[in-house]
């Protein structure tokens, strides 16, 4: 029912060296610098692709004063980002060359991997792939990483929870995933016939602590809607399952509608359109603060508030 993960928005402490981290370091493009449509005072950073597709869409919401966050149960502990194969050596060099923190190259699930972090904490990692595991119509940012080694799509984000029964009738009834492969603890599943951001890993940890939401976690995961009714139907499975997810709210960028699963990880249900160059060119993506027309009006007292990050 969806093509897979629509956008993942985590918490940041700071958003010059978010931005710096995410477009510098992985080589990701800013291509939406808005705010927080419910808290208009805190700014909200997308990172992507050349136009922030689905299922490449990185967003970071920079709640002040910052508070650090703690990984645990009840949240989405991990952020998986496929890379070729063969580019795995050249993160490992790039990131030892940026003093960012990380791990060796270890196997799960049948697949090579290095997990880092940013400057939060928020833990990361890089799935190495076959070319052929790639869609074929990638719209890569090269800006500061090459062709040959970029960050193509999601791979996953990994599910941190308590019990796999909190979490898996959501991701079978709701969005079709089917269990695919179980390596330990970890419980991999995935959506038939898509080849971008088509996984998920839900981590089981009946012992393990619950986490704080604040900065270096992920604060919700989005999953794609093709269109206004799709996103509705999904609704009501959503309903189905006697849980309460919201009306839909217009995001301007895209539709949302919002439910806390079982488990208590927040998730969201997003169109895929209209998209990122609703109210700006191609060109000019992440250059300007950008704001829906209703926040139109209070451009001026926004500002006020918001620390200027300079351009790179």
């Given at each position: 029912?969806?093509?897979?993960?629509?956008?993942?928005?985590?918490?940041?402490?700071?958003?010059?060296?978010?931005?710096h981290?995410?477009?510098?370091?992985?080589?990701?493009?800013?291509?939406?610098?808005t705010?927080?449509?419910?808290?208009?005072?805190?700014y909200?950073?997308?990172f992507g692709?050349?136009?922030?597709?689905?299922?490449?869409?990185?967003?970071?919401?920079?709640?002040?004063p910052?508070?650090?966050?703690?990984?645990?149960?009840?949240?989405?502990?991990?952020?998986?980002l496929?890379?070729?194969?063969?580019?795995?050596q050249?993160?490992?060099?790039?990131f030892?060359?940026?003093?960012?923190r990380?791990?060796?190259?270890e196997?799960?699930?049948g697949?090579?991997?290095?997990?880092?972090?940013?400057?939060?904490?928020?833990?990361?990692?890089?799935v190495?792939?076959?070319?052929d595991?790639?869609?074929?119509?990638?719209?890569?940012?090269?800006?500061?990483?090459?062709?040959?080694?970029?960050?193509r799509n999601?791979?996953?984000?990994?599910?941190?929870?308590?019990?796999?029964?909190?979490i898996?009738?959501?991701?079978?009834?709701v969005?079709?995933y089917?269990?695919?492969?179980?390596d330990?603890?970890?419980?991999?599943?995935?959506?038939?016939?898509s080849?971008r951001a088509?996984?998920?890993?839900?981590?089981?940890?009946?012992?393990?602590?619950?986490?704080?939401?604040?900065?270096?976690?992920?604060h919700?995961i989005?999953f794609?809607a093709?269109?206004?009714?799709?996103q509705?139907t999904?609704?009501?499975a959503?309903?189905?399952?006697?849980?309460?997810?919201?009306?839909?709210?217009?995001r301007?960028y895209?539709?949302?509608?919002?439910?806390?699963?079982p488990?208590?990880?927040l998730?969201e249900?997003a169109?895929?359109?209209?998209?990122?160059t609703?109210?700006?060119d191609?060109v000019?993506?992440?250059?300007?603060?950008s704001?829906?027309?209703?926040l139109?009006?209070h451009?001026?007292?926004?500002?006020?508030?918001?620390k200027?990050?300079?351009?790179?």
């Amino acid at each position: 029912m969806t093509k897979g993960i629509h956008h993942i928005t985590a918490i940041a402490s700071d958003a010059i060296e978010t931005v710096h981290f995410y477009t510098k370091i992985l080589g990701l493009r800013l291509v939406k610098k808005t705010v927080n449509q419910d808290d208009p005072e805190t700014y909200h950073l997308f990172f992507g692709d050349r136009l922030g597709h689905p299922g490449m869409d990185l967003t970071f919401f920079i709640f002040l004063p910052a508070m650090q966050g703690k990984i645990g149960t009840g949240l989405v502990s991990k952020i998986s980002l496929a890379v070729p194969e063969s580019a795995l050596q050249f993160w490992l060099e790039r990131f030892q060359h940026y003093k960012v923190r990380h791990e060796e190259i270890e196997e799960l699930c049948g697949k090579k991997r290095v997990s880092f972090f940013d400057k939060d904490g928020q833990c990361l990692e890089l799935v190495g792939l076959s070319q052929d595991e790639f869609d074929s119509e990638l719209d890569l940012w090269t800006a500061e990483v090459s062709e040959e080694h970029a960050i193509r799509n999601f791979y996953a984000a990994t599910l941190s929870v308590v019990s796999i029964d909190a979490i898996e009738p959501v991701l079978t009834h709701v969005f079709g995933y089917k269990l695919h492969h179980t390596d330990g603890h970890i419980r991999q599943y995935v959506l038939s016939g898509s080849q971008r951001a088509q996984y998920l890993e839900v981590s089981e940890e009946p012992s393990a602590a619950p986490g704080f939401n604040a900065a270096g976690t992920v604060h919700h995961i989005a999953f794609r809607a093709k269109d206004a009714k799709q996103q509705q139907t999904m609704r009501n499975a959503v309903l189905e399952l006697g849980l309460y997810p919201t009306e839909v709210i217009n995001r301007f960028y895209f539709q949302s509608v919002y439910f806390r699963t079982p488990a208590g990880i927040l998730f969201e249900i997003a169109t895929d359109g209209p998209g990122f160059t609703a109210d700006e060119d191609e060109v000019e993506l992440g250059k300007q603060l950008s704001l829906p027309p209703f926040l139109q009006p209070h451009r001026e007292e926004i500002e006020k508030h918001l620390k200027p990050i300079p351009s790179e």
